[in-house]
C-alpha cells in the first residue's frame, strides 16, 4: 500500500495502517525527523492508548495499555550490540500478541519475526509524506 498525505490527516492514516495490518508488529523506517515517533504515537491513539506516548530512545521500550491490551513502542535507535534487545526481553515481547511498534528496526535485525510490516516514511515537502506498507 502507497500512500501520500498530509501531517493532518495523520488519524486518517493510522486507521487505515490499522484496518489493514494482517500483523501487529510494525517496523517503522525513515530518516531522522521523517514523523515516525509522530506517526506511532497517533497509532497508538487510534488503538486505544490514552496517555502521552513518547519516544523510548533512552529507555528502549515503553509501554502503554489499549483496548487490546497494550501496545509497545521500541526505539533502537541507540543500541550498540543486537543481543542488548535480548537483554531487555525483546523475544518475550514478540510473544505477547500485542501492537509492537519498532524504530531502527535494522538494528536489531537478527532478532526480528518472520512476520511483520514495514512502513516506510520519506518527506514529501515540509508537511506532506509519502509512506509505503509491505
Known amino acids: ?19 489493514n495490518a494482517d500483523y501487529k508488529v510494525l517496523l517503522f523506517k525513515g ?13 497508538a491513539k487510534a488503538v ?6 513518547s519516544s523510548p530512545t533512552f529507555s528502549l521500550v515503553n509501554g ?7 501496545l509497545y513502542h521500541f526505539d ?10 535480548l537483554d531487555l526481553g525483546f523475544d518475550e515481547y514478540l510473544d505477547t500478541g500485542k501492537w509492537i511498534c519498532i524504530e531502527w528496526a535494522e538494528n536489531i535485525s537478527k532478532y526480528l ?17 509519502n509512506l509505503s506498507i509491505h
Open 64 to 70: 502503554y495499555a489499549c483496548d487490546g491490551g497494550m
Open 113 to 129: 519475526p518472520e512476520r511483520y510490516h514495514t512502513i516506510v516514511i520519506e518527506q514529501n515537502g515540509e508537511s506532506q509524506r
Open 48 to 53: 486505544g492508548v490514552t496517555e502521552r506516548v
Open 1 to 19: 500500500m502507497e500512500i501520500t498525505y498530509r501531517l493532518d490527516q495523520l488519524e486518517e492514516v493510522a486507521q487505515q495502517i490499522i484496518e
Open 31 to 43: 530518516e531522522v525527523g521523517a514523523g515516525k515517533t509522530t506517526l506511532i504515537q497517533t497509532l
Open 76 to 85: 533502537f535507535y541507540r543500541i550498540k550490540e543486537q543481543e542488548e534487545a
